[in-house]
């Protein structure tokens, strides 16, 4: 169901929102300037249940762009992830706030950082690998557990933002 590969499909203009830019550069006497429908926006994140992905490993699955505009593309975040639900007692500890509120933004941050990595894959296309391989390498179940499990980068996300929001808990 999540994760996989995309199988050659319809134009991008239709599966995703598609903005014409100009490819090149038109002063550098090599590559000419040209038109081209590229993807843009970004991609949403979602919560959901562990019962949601294939495997209790995958901390976050990407689904594929839906051709019905239902979404264009996402990462599921598995907020019952044992290392979401330690990140968020710990933070709890750290912080005197409501727990939900805690909760969603540590969420929140996991998501926002797997839309980064995604975003960031997409640049791969046409470099060094095709659409396929970012699909199937980059953007894999495997992949964004392993960048998620790095959580320096959530850390220096999340604790600035709370810090804004909630009082620190102090310790006796």
């Known amino acids: 169901m999540l994760g996989g590969g995309v199988a050659p499909g ?6 995703t929102a598609a903005t014409k830019v100009n490819l090149g550069f038109a002063d550098s006497g090599t590559a000419h300037a ?3 429908y590229v993807a843009g926006g970004l991609p949403d994140f979602k919560p959901a249940a562990q019962d949601e992905f294939d495997e209790p490993w995958i901390l976050a699955a990407w689904e594929t762009p839906n051709p019905s505009n239902e979404h264009r593309g996402r990462v599921l975040i598995n907020r019952d992830h044992s290392v979401i639900k ?3 007692s710990e933070t709890l500890h750290a912080f005197v706030g409501d727990d ?3 909760a969603e933004e540590v969420i929140s941050v996991y998501g926002e950082v797997a839309v980064a990595h995604v975003a960031h894959a ?3 296309k046409g470099y060094l690998l095709s659409d396929r391989q970012v699909n199937d390498e980059l953007r894999s179940d495997a992949a964004l557990t392993m960048a998620l499990l790095g959580m320096w980068q959530i850390d220096a ?4 933002r709370l810090s804004g929001k909630l009082a620190k808990r102090k310790v006796a």
């Open 86 to 88: 330690k990140h968020i």
């Open 100 to 102: 939900n509120e805690v």
């Open 122 to 124: 997409e640049q791969m």
């Open 157 to 160: 996300i999340l604790m600035p």
């Open 10 to 15: 319809p134009d991008i203009r239709e599966t």
């Open 34 to 36: 040209r038109e081209r």
